[in-house]
Structure formats: C-alpha cells, structure tokens
C-alpha cells in the first residue's frame, strides 16, 4: 500500500503527516509560528519562513516517528507537498525539504496546489462521501465556492473579487481592538451579541456566484464611529451575521443551480459557528449531506496535502525536481 508524507508551509503552520492510499492518517503534526504574528495583526512574511527553517526538521521527523516509520530511512513510496499557493518564503523552505528528502530516501515527490488539499479534507474524515459536492472553501486569504464530480475533478463557481473573509473577520478584529487572528475572538462574542444591532450591508446581492468583503469591512468602521454606543459583542454579531447571510445566500443559490449530493466547508473560517449552523439547515433544506469538517481539519495541515498529492501522483505522476513554487496558483489552473 502506497504510503506518503506530506508537508505544508504555505503560510504559518509548518506540518506534516503520513497518509495511506485508504486515506487513514497514521500521523499529523502541525507547529504553528502564531504567536510570533500576533504583535503585528497578521502574519509577517520573514518570520513566517524563518519559523519555518527552524520547524520543518523537527516536525517531519516527529511525524515519522508517530507513525512508526524510521525517520533516518522511512518506509514511504512518495512525498507530496505544497508549492502554491502561500507566501514564497514559506513555500520555498517546504519545497526545498521535500525535495532534499526525496532525493536523500529515492521516492518521488508531488507539487500540491494548496486549495486542492483543502478540498480532499473532507475525504479524510467521512469515507461516505457522495459526489457532486459543492464546497465553501473559506480562510483567511481565499473564498470561493467549488463544484467537485470527483476527486481532483473541480470547478471554481465564484469567488471573491477583494478580501477573503477570514481577512475581513481579521481587518475587522483589528479595528475592534481584538487579537489576532480575529475570527475565533468575534465569534466567541457575536454568540452573546445581538445581530440587529447595527445596520450592515449584505454585498453582491447579484445573480454570480461571487463574493466581496472590503465594502462590508467599512461599513462597520462607518457605523461603529456613527453609533459609538453600540458594545462590541453587537458589533461582532452584527459583522458575522452579514458575512454568515452573503456566504449562505450564494451557497443556496449554487444549490438551486447544480445539482448536488452534498456540501461541505472547508478553511479556516469553515470553524465559524453561525456558518456551521447555516450549512447544516441548507443541506437539510435541500436534502443533501453536510460534511463539517472538524476543528482540525479547518486549519491547514498536512494529512489534506498528502491526500490531494495520492491523487496527483495517480492521475499526473511525479513533479520534477525542477518544480518552483507559485505563491499566485489558482485552483482553476490545476489539473
Ligand atoms: O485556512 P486558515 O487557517 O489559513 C489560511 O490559509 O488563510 O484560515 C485562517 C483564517 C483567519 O482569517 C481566521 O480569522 C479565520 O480563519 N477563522 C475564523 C474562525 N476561526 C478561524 N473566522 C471566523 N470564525 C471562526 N471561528
Ligand atoms: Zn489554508
């Protein structure tokens, strides 16, 4: 049974995993330089990739390690890794282990498209997984809805035209004086706040499939300088009300439009309760599944880039040791 290691440096997570071809995870290891970001309300491109330098070994072996292989002379058959899209700094320090290690163990290695892995986190947590499948891919540098047939077989519906959401519950935190990153903290509070608060906008009431944020950003610094008397429990219900109606309205209008066995989430912002909770009432209101990913599965990992990167080595074979990164990949361009 083919058995691979992935590895993820795309942003501030350095992981890695050891995944079966059953797509059982024998090991996820995930260190994340968060708290070096933190002072500066987002994530610093230097320090990420120097976190990385300093993380990537350690963390590789100690993946090994939990699943019992030998991490001087590991028993796998490949290794698959993220080579886009993601900060170039970051990628490059993942790349380059990867390839170090392939040509160290003699096992080809496989360029992984990032959203891509994102797409394969359901598969590593529900083996029922019927398809078509639309996913709300969400996080702090991406939103977009995809249409899966398959595996590895996906098309962009829409996306954002300026912020990701993630980055508008960030932009918005920092405003708010919350830490960083801001989705959890909003969430936290929206849950106690009351979502008729503040009068918000829900942009891109059009028929497309595609979203935007920036406007919605400023309209909460707009109203929260008019209406100075408003608690920033409402503020952060009445944000994540609004982000939670355009993302839900766009997702149900893909569900009238394609036919579909089931939706998932996907992203970090895929934790966002009011979203679980508006996902779960749409998939029983069309009768189809709803895959929620865990907590886990949310964040970025390794175990979703060595699932997608099974699938690249079946349908496409190897990458040269030549790969570059692309800190610009599009989901639409991989095949
Ligand atoms: O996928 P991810 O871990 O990293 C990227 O690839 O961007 O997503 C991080 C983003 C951040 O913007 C963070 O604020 C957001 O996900 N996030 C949330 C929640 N948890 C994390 N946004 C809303 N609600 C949450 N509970
Ligand atoms: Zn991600």
């Known amino acids: 049974m083919s058995v691979v290691l992935g590895i993820e440096t795309s942003c501030d997570e350095t992981a890695a995993a050891v995944v079966d071809e059953d797509l059982h995870v024998r090991s996820s290891v995930i260190e994340s330089s968060i708290d070096q970001h933190r002072a500066f309300g987002g994530v610093v491109p230097e320090l990420a990739g120097r976190a990385h330098v300093a993380t990537i070994g350690p963390v590789v072996r100690r993946a090994l390690l939990e699943a019992g292989l030998d991490p001087h002379a590991p028993a796998i058959d490949a290794i698959a890794v993220t080579s886009g899209p993601g900060l170039i700094g970051s990628l490059l320090v993942g790349l380059s282990a990867a390839k170090g290690y392939a040509l160290a163990w003699g096992v080809p290695f496989v360029g992984v498209n990032h959203l891509e892995g994102?797409?394969?986190?359901?598969?590593?947590?529900?083996?029922?997984?019927?398809?078509?499948?639309l996913t709300l891919l969400v996080s702090g540098g991406h939103t977009m809805i995809v249409l899966q047939r398959g595996p590895g077989e996906h098309q962009v519906l829409g996306e954002t035209i300026d912020d990701a959401a993630g980055e508008a519950y960030d932009k918005v935190a920092r405003w708010l004086g919350l830490g960083y990153p801001g989705g959890p903290e909003i969430d936290r509070l929206a849950e106690r706040g009351d979502e008729t608060a503040l009068k918000l906008p829900v942009s891109m009431t059009g028929d497309d499939l595609d979203f935007s944020f920036s406007g919605l950003k400023t309209a909460v610094v707009r109203a929260t300088e008019k209406h100075r008397e408003v608690g920033v429990g409402d503020v952060a219900a009445s944000f994540q009300a609004a982000v939670a109606e355009q993302l839900l309205r766009k997702l149900r209008s893909a569900l009238e439009h394609?036919?579909?066995?089931?939706?998932?989430?996907?992203?970090?912002?895929?934790?966002?309760?009011?979203?679980?909770?508006?996902?779960?009432?749409?998939?029983?209101?069309?009768?189809?599944?709803?895959?929620?990913?865990?907590?886990?599965?949310?964040?970025?990992?390794?175990?979703?880039?060595?699932?997608?990167?099974?699938?690249?080595?079946k349908s496409s074979g190897p990458s040269e040791l030549s790969l570059a990164a692309r800190p610009n990949w599009q989901l639409a361009e991989v095949s």
């Open 258 to 313: 394609y036919e579909v066995r089931g939706v998932a989430l996907a992203g970090g912002v895929a934790a966002n309760s009011a979203l679980r909770r508006g996902v779960a009432e749409l998939a029983s209101e069309f009768g189809v599944i709803c895959h929620l990913p865990s907590m886990a599965m949310c964040t970025d990992n390794a175990a979703m880039i060595a699932a997608a990167g099974l699938h690249r080595l």
């Open 118 to 133: 994102h797409l394969f986190a359901p598969l590593l947590e529900q083996s029922d997984l019927e398809w078509p499948l």
